[in-house]
């Protein structure tokens, strides 16, 4: 990993000690297993960038394989938004299920440029949370200069629709409280997500990789030079 950027990481306001009272820590629920989504980035020494994402949605999808094929069909129709009965579709909300529509697309495999050349590729795997952990993930390098092991590490929050906020055990209790405070609703959850990360230095073009340290995967590459 590059080195972090001095006193940054320790003004991540997620970089403070967890605080969760024991009995909130004890009612905390599991994680769910993931293992219906699959993202790899991989960047070479001239300096081109692939990330790639890919899901069935859930465990074996449909259900259906194409004969001959081993492939297995999506059920991507489920990212629709719920009905309001099982006849009929919520008739206002965008997500609405239509013909010719495409559901909501919660993959999100990127490439972000810096001076016109790719400088960070990376993409997760966790449902809908994906979404917001790569964003979380682009921000805590952008703007919170951290270093990419630990912009990976850092706690993560999600929230959709509605609140309650969705925050991992290791989020300062503090920030919670002070969230909580200004009216948003606050619950804290395992740790979630599987995301990667590649950072290319352009000044000297070694690639900085970082692990998903929640989920025990490991990257390969690293201090690549031109």
């Known amino acids: 990993p590059s080195p972090a950027a001095p006193n940054q990481a320790a003004r991540h306001p997620a970089s ?20 219906d989504t699959a993202s790899s980035a991989t960047a070479d ?6 990330a790639l994402t890919m899901t069935v949605r859930s465990m074996m999808g ?25 006849a009929e579709p919520v008739p206002s909300h965008p997500n609405r ?9 919660n993959m999100n495999a990127f490439v972000v440029l810096k001076d016109g050349q790719p400088y960070v590729t990376g993409g997760g795997a966790g449902g ?3 979404m917001t ?43 919670g409280k002070e969230l909580e405070q200004k009216g948003h609703r606050i619950e804290a959850g395992r740790p979630w997500g599987s995301v990667h990360v590649i950072v290319v230095d352009p000044k000297t ?22």
């Open 128 to 130: 809908r949370r994906i």
């Open 133 to 175: 952990e790569c964003i979380e993930l682009i921000v805590n390098l952008l703007d919170w200069k951290m270093d990419v092991q630990a912009a990976v590490d850092a706690p993560r929050f999600h929230v959709e629709q509605k609140e309650p906020s969705i925050v991992e055990q290791a989020f300062a209790y503090g920030i």
């Open 62 to 86: 449909s259900g259906v394989t194409v004969p001959g094929t081993g492939i297995t069909l999506n059920n991507g129709m489920g990212l629709f938004h719920p009905t309001e009965s099982d």
């Open 16 to 35: 403070e000690p967890a605080q969760w009272p024991p009995m909130i820590a004890r009612n905390i629920p599991a994680m769910a297993p993931e293992g």
């Open 45 to 50: 020494k001239d300096g081109n960038m692939v």
């Open 97 to 105: 299920i239509e013909g010719g529509k495409i559901p909501i697309n």
């Open 205 to 226: 073009g070694k690639q900085h990789v970082a692990r998903e340290s929640r989920q025990g995967v490991s990257a390969a590459g690293g201090l690549v030079q031109k």
